[in-house]
């Protein structure tokens, strides 16, 4: 079994995978890394977004060993020390979730945004989760949470 | 005393856990020696089946069984009427209907091995149209019954003629609404076990646990205490998860092999295998007289019941009682039927009836405000329920009836000017370039909250109390089995909870849906949790204070206290029945308005509709978390812009053509109103937890029949059939029929 | 899913693997499209051949006459691609609307194209642009129109498990050839188009010149509308000409009824109102 080698969440780690593993599977399955939801299997819904070289992908289509020798990160990696990263905390204080099942998804894209653009406009906020679908929030407090994160880390910039 | 923790933006109880992917919803789940099942789906939307051949799919290697009907102990379901087989023996109905399980070490091998079953059909004519299967002489459905309608409700108020005798204005119209998938982002799943204590225990995403296990039960012909459901999370319902889907499948593979049994469906295999919203076919009739009152109103409602009755003969009554909308009409005829045909079955979604009727009703009411040159606001304004007003069943609506005060808030709101009890809606900007056109469009729906008809509402809690030594709570734990759909019900039984007790929110818990530790709650269904469940926490906290009194005044040294409680609907209210002649009855234990208005944008070159401004004003009794409030008024509204605008599930002669989020469109965050403007109103319903009601499937209600409204209003033009995409828009502009 | 997957570290490496397996092995790269069809089980080769760490085919470049697109541009860098912005922002503008922003970071152009699909945004685009595709074998390798790949709904004549397309090319717009891209879709986002018009019009001293008009879907393969752009060469610009080239198109186009997009009466009605739309902003943006 060929063996997929990446830096996962800041971690060098090596799996045994099959050829024909896609990403999403061998988060969920051989590294037991649940966070990453699976709302399709066919890239159409967002849930399933991880970041691959900083990159937002939907990791259900995604082959496993594209991966290989890349920096993957899941929604695993946002914590730091135990503390919730600025967009997991502007989440819950904005209310952004509701079921909770594509919130992964959502937040490693906004964090896929925001690690690119620390200040964006609403439209790009929109744009960078118009590849998520979400069904119970009308998405209204998502892109308020983000615009908090963008403001949260830029005072934490600010401080450091 | 603590500051009120009701009416507060609390932080949901299960946020911390979702915003990190720790929340296991039940594909998540693993366990020491799984194995993993795939479902045999019926070929055909209607055929008899003439043999199952399972001999290929047993011998390939690492199948464990193959479950056909012969390994049903009883094989029958339905939340209902049992008109389900588990799995099919003789006939199969639809698309969704399954004909054997395949289970094995792998999934790969159960999906491979499931492909080489072997069923032989004899198709059987396709009915796809409830109009015609309807019909005498159609062939039936289900071969036992003499026709295929499951069901008829009527509703004789008044006097229909002498009503439209004094009308001034008389305005007709045929409204059509499609099937509408739920598309919860969580694609169904279960695991099914035996748990250390012999029970055959299945890990799901559902509704109303205690229901599954009372049909799994059945199925598996056992006593309902050797059955069990926990529910760890639940990736959305809207009605969806109401009806079992694979609950039965896991539980009968753990039943048989006594090893753990894993299924997880596909998307595609979501949307195939649950059912649908009901498809209405809308005949109406109003009449008014030339000061605005309503006279008359006569409607005829089909609705298409699928394959299989699930729900349909709820919605359908349902329905009717909701037809004339929150508006006084002394005088009505109206007929509600519920037909079989071999589409998809169709089911409890989001409104479970009164989603559709408001497409009627309020494009109704906005051709009466046309043909009586009334505008809109001040024609329903006119009309609708206050305190004790009349419905067409005969009774009296009350319990908090704020009707009209969203129709104010949301007018005003949307820039309405009132003038010595006159309306006046604003002017609209026009667009900035000259194929496009903006309108404004009013809309009012309303919901019942909780069961109707004489169907037994009830909840119950449990909350137990660790105290102080001074004989403070230290904390409290609330058991009770509430679904927590995404709706939010965790957190506002927590804040009641909190502020009957005297406590701060951070001291109490919520137990997990477990049937074998926390009591029946009833589903998550009916808008009703925060006002029944609510209800059964408020007392069952009060029950544990007084308990938590007598521990300290007998002075037993106990740290502990524990309350209970059972909230009945009927001590609220008692509903009954609809006469089988008239309707007339009391039909629901209490009701909840809103009101929405859309401007909105239409391109008249190609009949896209843009929505600017969302007005909402929502009655909830009493907010008891705002943020999640706003949470179900955009929910809703997503809802119903995806209703309004771009979703069907489409299905010709029984076969699916959109098999998935790649063909079945739901707004992104691209397509919601640019602006939502939220205005919350709160007439206390009495009988409700601090006042409140419930309002989840009330936000859902107004949206697609305002943006009718607003597109009419910008282009002068009907349209009357959702959902209402460009073509449909372009056709209805340039007066073209759509071809047969 | 596959059997093997395999990345080779240079083209001739590529097309050895391809030859070496007869059919069975396929080049895959993004994988938006092959992914699915595996799934799916209509695409048979049981072997994936990986061109993503082949160097040098991940960019986008100019050339003296040609901009050139390497086999593993994405959609996302041309959309944000400063060169393309400038010298032919129809093709960034199509870009950027291809599925969503996971979609957009992984799929190719080139894969988009090998897809054969008459809808795909960007193919549209580069037919306007009258692009080339470099078809590449073991016999070498040769430029061929973009148009000219497609055969088919879902089908074009690169045979991916034998050929590679390594690159695209098409002449960068002048200031006098104004561009537009107008999309009909039932949503905003994450969905094929009901249509989608690309048109590229030049004007000289008050007339049109060259003009391309491409769309899609309105036959099997992407389409262009060449009695209209015929009946405009020549001739004043302003809104009569539009017209009229707008009526020219819809009757040459031929959509049939389909579930999802419409009828085809709707549809047709849409090539005017887009082809109206787009050749109106081009001659606008034109000088």
Same mark, same amino acid.
């Given at each position: 079994?060929?063996?997929?080698?990446?830096?996962?969440?800041?971690?060098?780690?090596?799996?045994?995978?099959?050829?024909?593993?896609?990403?999403?599977?061998?988060?969920?399955?051989?590294?037991?890394?649940?966070? =990453?939801?699976?709302? %399709? +299997?066919?890239?159409?819904? !967002?849930?399933?977004?991880?970041?691959?070289?900083? &990159?937002?992908?939907?990791?259900?289509?995604?082959?496993?060993?594209?991966?290989?020798?890349?920096?993957?990160?899941?929604?695993?990696?946002?914590?730091?020390?135990?503390?919730?990263?600025?967009?997991?905390?502007?989440?819950?204080?904005? =209310?952004?979730?509701? %079921? +909770?099942?594509?919130?992964? !998804?959502?937040?490693?894209?906004?964090?896929?945004? &925001?690690?690119?653009?620390?200040?964006?406009?609403?439209?790009?906020?929109?744009?960078?989760?118009?590849?998520?679908?979400?069904?119970?929030?009308?998405?209204?407090?998502?892109?308020?949470?983000?615009?908090?994160?963008?403001?949260?880390?830029?005072?934490?910039?600010?401080?450091? | 005393?603590?500051?009120?923790?009701?009416?507060?933006?609390?932080?949901?109880?299960?946020?911390?856990?979702?915003?990190?992917?720790?929340?296991?919803?039940?594909?998540?789940?693993?366990?020491?020696?799984?194995?993993?099942?795939?479902?045999?789906?019926?070929?055909?939307?209607?055929?008899?089946?003439?043999?199952?051949?399972?001999?290929?799919?047993?011998?390939?290697?690492?199948?464990?069984?193959?479950?056909?009907?012969?390994?049903?102990?009883?094989?029958?379901?339905?939340?209902?009427?049992?008109?389900?087989?588990?799995?099919?023996?003789?006939?199969?109905?639809?698309?969704?209907?399954?004909?054997?399980?395949?289970?094995?070490?792998?999934?790969?091998?159960?999906?491979?091995?499931?492909?080489?079953?072997?069923?032989?059909?004899?198709?059987?004519?396709?009915?796809?149209?409830?109009?015609?299967?309807?019909?005498?002489?159609?062939?039936?459905?289900?071969?036992?019954?003499?026709?295929?309608?499951?069901?008829?409700?009527?509703?004789?108020?008044?006097?229909?003629?002498?009503?439209?005798?004094?009308?001034?204005?008389?305005?007709?119209?045929?409204?059509?609404?499609?099937?509408?998938?739920?598309?919860?982002?969580?694609?169904?799943?279960?695991?099914?076990?035996?748990?250390?204590?012999?029970?055959?225990?299945?890990?799901?995403?559902?509704?109303?646990?205690?229901?599954?296990?009372?049909?799994?039960?059945?199925?598996?012909?056992?006593?309902?205490?050797?059955?069990?459901?926990?529910?760890?999370?639940?990736?959305?319902?809207?009605?969806?998860?109401?009806?079992?889907?694979?609950?039965?499948?896991?539980?009968?593979?753990?039943?048989?092999?006594?090893?753990?049994?894993?299924?997880?469906?596909?998307?595609?295999?979501?949307?195939?295998?649950?059912?649908?919203?009901?498809?209405?076919?809308?005949?109406?009739?109003?009449?008014?007289?030339?000061?605005?009152?309503?006279?008359?109103?006569?409607?005829?409602?089909?609705?298409?019941?699928?394959?299989?009755?699930?729900?349909?003969?709820?919605?359908?009554?349902?329905?009717?009682?909701?037809?004339?909308?929150?508006?006084?009409?002394?005088?009505?005829?109206?007929?509600?039927?519920?037909?079989?045909?071999?589409?998809?079955?169709?089911?409890?979604?989001?409104?479970?009836?009164?989603?559709?009727?408001?497409?009627?009703?309020?494009?109704?009411?906005?051709?009466?405000?046309?043909?009586?040159?009334?505008?809109?606001?001040?024609?329903?304004?006119?009309?609708?329920?206050?305190?004790?007003?009349?419905?067409?069943?005969?009774?009296?609506?009350?319990?908090?009836?704020?009707?009209?005060?969203?129709?104010?808030?949301?007018?005003?709101?949307?820039?309405?000017?009132?003038?010595?009890?006159?309306?006046?809606?604003?002017?609209?900007?026009?667009?900035?370039?000259?194929?496009?056109?903006?309108?404004?469009?009013?809309?009012?729906?309303?919901?019942?909250?909780?069961?109707?008809?004489?169907?037994?509402?009830?909840?119950?809690?449990?909350?137990?109390?660790?105290?102080?030594?001074?004989?403070?709570?230290?904390?409290?734990?609330?058991?009770?089995?509430?679904?927590?759909?995404?709706?939010?019900?965790?957190?506002?039984?927590?804040?009641?909870?909190?502020?009957?007790?005297?406590?701060?929110?951070?001291?109490?818990?919520?137990?997990?849906?477990?049937?074998?530790?926390?009591?029946?709650?009833?589903?998550?269904?009916?808008?009703?949790?925060?006002?029944?469940?609510?209800?059964?926490?408020?007392?069952?906290?009060?029950?544990?204070?007084?308990?938590?009194?007598?521990?300290?005044?007998?002075?037993?040294?106990?740290?502990?206290?524990?309350?209970?409680?059972?909230?009945?609907?009927?001590?609220?209210?008692?509903?009954?029945?609809?006469?089988?002649?008239?309707?007339?009855?009391?039909?629901?234990?209490?009701?909840?308005?809103?009101?929405?208005?859309?401007?909105?944008?239409?391109?008249?070159?190609?009949?896209?509709?843009?929505?600017?401004?969302?007005?909402?004003?929502?009655?909830?009794?009493?907010?008891?978390?705002?943020?999640?409030?706003?949470?179900?008024?955009?929910?809703?509204?997503?809802?119903?812009?995806?209703?309004?605008?771009?979703?069907?599930?489409?299905?010709?002669?029984?076969?699916?053509?959109?098999?998935?989020?790649?063909?079945?469109?739901?707004?992104?965050?691209?397509?919601?109103?640019?602006?939502?403007?939220?205005?919350?109103?709160?007439?206390?319903?009495?009988?409700?937890?601090?006042?409140?009601?419930?309002?989840?499937?009330?936000?859902?209600?107004?949206?697609?029949?305002?943006?009718?409204?607003?597109?009419?209003?910008?282009?002068?033009?009907?349209?009357?059939?959702?959902?209402?995409?460009?073509?449909?828009?372009?056709?209805?502009?340039?007066?073209?029929?759509?071809?047969? | 899913?596959?059997?093997?997957?395999?990345?080779?570290?240079?083209?001739?490496?590529?097309?050895?693997?391809?030859?070496?397996?007869?059919?069975?092995?396929?080049?895959?790269?993004?994988?938006?499209?092959?992914?699915?069809?595996?799934?799916?089980?209509?695409?048979?080769?049981?072997?994936?051949?990986?061109?993503?760490?082949?160097?040098?085919?991940?960019?986008?470049?100019?050339?003296?006459?040609?901009?050139?697109?390497?086999?593993?541009?994405?959609?996302?860098?041309?959309?944000?691609?400063?060169?393309?912005?400038?010298?032919?922002?129809?093709?960034?503008?199509?870009?950027?609307?291809?599925?969503?922003?996971?979609?957009?970071?992984?799929?190719?152009?080139?894969?988009?194209?090998?897809?054969?699909?008459?809808?795909?945004?960007?193919?549209?685009?580069?037919?306007?642009?009258?692009?080339?595709?470099?078809?590449?074998?073991?016999?070498?390798?040769?430029?061929?129109?973009?148009?000219?790949?497609?055969?088919?709904?879902?089908?074009?004549?690169?045979?991916?498990?034998?050929?590679?397309?390594?690159?695209?090319?098409?002449?960068?717009?002048?200031?006098?050839?104004?561009?537009?891209?107008?999309?009909?879709?039932?949503?905003?986002?994450?969905?094929?188009?009901?249509?989608?018009?690309?048109?590229?019009?030049?004007?000289?001293?008050?007339?049109?010149?060259?003009?391309?008009?491409?769309?899609?879907?309105?036959?099997?393969?992407?389409?262009?509308?060449?009695?209209?752009?015929?009946?405009?060469?020549?001739?004043?610009?302003?809104?009569?000409?539009?017209?009229?080239?707008?009526?020219?198109?819809?009757?040459?186009?031929?959509?049939?009824?389909?579930?999802?997009?419409?009828?085809?009466?709707?549809?047709?009605?849409?090539?005017?109102?887009?082809?109206?739309?787009?050749?109106?902003?081009?001659?606008?943006?034109?000088?």
């Amino acid at each position: 079994m060929p063996t997929l080698t990446m830096v996962l969440n800041g971690h060098q780690t090596s799996v045994e995978v099959e050829a024909g593993d896609l990403l999403v599977d061998v988060l969920r399955d051989r590294l037991q890394l649940i966070g =990453t939801k699976i709302g %399709c +299997g066919e890239g159409e819904c !967002g849930a399933c977004t991880v970041l691959v070289d900083g &990159l937002a992908v939907t990791s259900c289509i995604y082959p496993a060993l594209k991966a290989d020798g890349c920096h993957v990160t899941t929604i695993e990696g946002l914590k730091t020390d135990g503390k919730l990263h600025a967009i997991q905390e502007a989440f819950i204080q904005c =209310t952004a979730a509701q %079921c +909770g099942y594509c919130t992964p !998804g959502m937040i490693m894209s906004a964090y896929a945004l &925001l690690s690119e653009n620390p200040d964006p406009t609403v439209e790009e906020i929109k744009t960078s989760v118009s590849g998520n679908l979400c069904r119970c929030t009308g998405y209204y407090q998502i892109v308020e949470a983000i615009q908090l994160a963008a403001r949260k880390l830029a005072d934490e910039g600010a401080d450091s | 005393m603590n500051a009120s923790v009701v009416g507060r933006s609390v932080q949901r109880v299960d946020i911390r856990t979702k915003v990190q992917g720790q929340r296991k919803y039940p594909q998540d789940f693993h366990m020491e020696g799984m194995l993993h099942a795939a479902v045999v789906w019926s070929a055909h939307p209607h055929a008899r089946i003439t043999s199952i051949d399972t001999s290929r799919a047993e011998a390939c290697a690492g199948v464990v069984k193959v479950l056909t009907h012969l390994d049903v102990p009883v094989n029958e379901y339905g939340i209902n009427i049992l008109d389900q087989q588990v799995l099919c023996e003789d006939r199969v109905r639809w698309l969704g209907d399954r004909v054997a399980v395949v289970v094995a070490e792998t999934e790969a091998v159960a999906r491979e091995a499931a492909a080489v079953v072997s069923v032989e059909y004899d198709p059987l004519p396709i009915l796809d149209d409830p109009r015609e299967s309807m019909k005498p002489g159609s062939p039936l459905v289900h071969e036992n019954r003499e026709s295929n309608v499951l069901v008829h409700y009527p509703i004789r108020a008044g006097d229909l003629d002498a009503g439209f005798s004094k009308a001034d204005v008389i305005v007709e119209g045929y409204y059509l609404t499609p099937h509408v998938e739920h598309a919860y982002l969580q694609p169904e799943a279960g695991l099914g076990y035996i748990d250390d204590e012999g029970r055959v225990t299945v890990i799901c995403a559902t509704q109303w646990a205690y229901d599954d296990v009372h049909q799994i039960a059945h199925a598996l012909d056992l006593p309902e205490d050797r059955v069990r459901e926990i529910v760890p999370a639940i990736g959305g319902a809207f009605g969806g998860r109401e009806d079992v889907s694979l609950q039965i499948l896991v539980a009968l593979g753990a039943f048989h092999t006594r090893r753990p049994v894993k299924m997880v469906w596909t998307r595609e295999e979501s949307f195939r295998g649950h059912g649908k919203r009901h498809p209405f076919f809308m005949r109406y009739k109003h009449g008014a007289t030339r000061d605005g009152t309503l006279v008359a109103l006569e409607a005829e409602i089909v609705a298409d019941a699928g394959a299989y009755a699930s729900t349909s003969t709820v919605v359908i009554s349902n329905a009717v009682t909701f037809a004339a909308g929150p508006y006084v009409v002394p005088n009505a005829r109206i007929d509600g039927y519920a037909v079989y045909t071999n589409n998809a079955v169709t089911m409890a979604m989001r409104g479970f009836g009164a989603t559709q009727m408001p497409v009627g009703y309020e494009c109704q009411m906005d051709k009466l405000a046309e043909a009586l040159g009334m505008d809109p606001v001040e024609l329903r304004l006119k009309n609708l329920y206050e305190e004790g007003s009349i419905a067409v069943t005969g009774n009296a609506v009350t319990f908090g009836i704020g009707a009209k005060e969203p129709l104010r808030e949301a007018a005003l709101a949307a820039g309405w000017r009132e003038e010595a009890g006159h309306w006046k809606a604003p002017e609209v900007e026009p667009a900035l370039q000259p194929h496009l056109r903006r309108g404004l469009g009013v809309a009012c729906g309303y919901k019942n909250v909780g069961y109707s008809m004489g169907f037994e509402d009830r909840s119950e809690a449990i909350v137990e109390l660790r105290l102080r030594e001074d004989g403070a709570i230290a904390s409290a734990l609330v058991r009770i089995a509430a679904s927590e759909v995404g709706q939010g019900v965790s957190t506002v039984l927590a804040q009641i909870a909190a502020e009957t007790l005297g406590i701060p929110f951070e001291r109490v818990r919520m137990s997990l849906v477990d049937t074998a530790r926390a009591p029946d709650a009833g589903s998550s269904s009916a808008s009703r949790h925060t006002y029944m469940s609510g209800n059964a926490v408020f007392m069952a906290c009060q029950d544990a204070l007084q308990a938590r009194d007598d521990t300290l005044r007998e002075e037993t040294g106990r740290m502990h206290a524990q309350g209970q409680a059972v909230f009945r609907g009927r001590t609220a209210r008692a509903t009954t029945p609809l006469d089988p002649e008239t309707g007339q009855c009391e039909p629901h234990i209490a009701y909840t308005f809103a009101t929405q208005i859309a401007l909105v944008e239409v391109d008249t070159e190609t009949g896209e509709v843009e929505i600017l401004t969302m007005w909402d004003s929502t009655n909830s009794g009493r907010a008891i978390n705002p943020a999640m409030v706003f949470g179900q008024v955009a929910g809703g509204i997503h809802m119903g812009v995806g209703y309004a605008l771009t979703e069907r599930f489409i299905q010709e002669e029984g076969r699916i053509k959109t098999r998935g989020f790649g063909e079945y469109y739901i707004p992104t965050v691209l397509d919601m109103p640019r602006e939502l403007v939220h205005v919350g109103v709160e007439v206390p319903n009495p009988t409700g937890p601090y006042g409140a009601t419930g309002i989840g499937e009330t936000t859902t209600l107004p949206t697609a029949p305002a943006i009718l409204n607003a597109i009419h209003n910008a282009i002068g033009k009907w349209v009357y059939r959702l959902p209402a995409d460009s073509e449909t828009v372009w056709r209805a502009l340039h007066e073209r029929r759509r071809p047969a | 899913m596959w059997r093997e997957y395999l990345f080779p570290r240079s083209i001739r490496e590529a097309l050895e693997v391809l030859n070496a397996h007869g059919g069975d092995a396929r080049i895959i790269a993004g994988g938006t499209d092959l992914v699915l069809q595996r799934k799916q089980g209509t695409c048979a080769a049981s072997i994936a051949v990986d061109i993503s760490r082949i160097p040098n085919l991940d960019t986008i470049k100019a050339s003296p006459n040609h901009i050139l697109i390497g086999a593993m541009v994405t959609h996302g860098q041309v959309a944000a691609s400063p060169l393309i912005r400038d010298h032919a922002p129809v093709l960034a503008q199509a870009c950027g609307k291809v599925g969503g922003p996971q979609t957009r970071n992984v799929g190719t152009l080139v894969g988009n194209v090998i897809n054969g699909l008459p809808a795909a945004d960007s193919a549209i685009a580069l037919t306007a642009l009258d692009a080339e595709a470099e078809v590449t074998s073991t016999e070498g390798a040769e430029w061929q129109s973009v148009r000219s790949l497609y055969l088919g709904v879902g089908q074009t004549c690169v045979d991916s498990c034998a050929q590679i397309v390594t690159a695209l090319r098409f002449r960068p717009l002048r200031s006098a050839q104004g561009n537009a891209y107008e999309r009909l879709a039932k949503r905003r986002s994450l969905i094929l188009p009901i249509l989608a018009v690309a048109a590229v019009a030049e004007v000289v001293d008050g007339r049109y010149g060259d003009v391309r008009i491409a769309m899609g879907p309105v036959a099997p393969i992407p389409f262009r509308a060449e009695a209209a752009e015929a009946l405009l060469r020549g001739r004043p610009i302003g809104k009569e000409a539009i017209g009229l080239a707008a009526i020219e198109a819809a009757e040459a186009a031929h959509p049939r009824d389909s579930v999802l997009r419409g009828s085809h009466e709707y549809r047709q009605a849409m090539v005017e109102v887009l082809t109206q739309r787009a050749l109106a902003r081009a001659t606008e943006a034109a000088g």
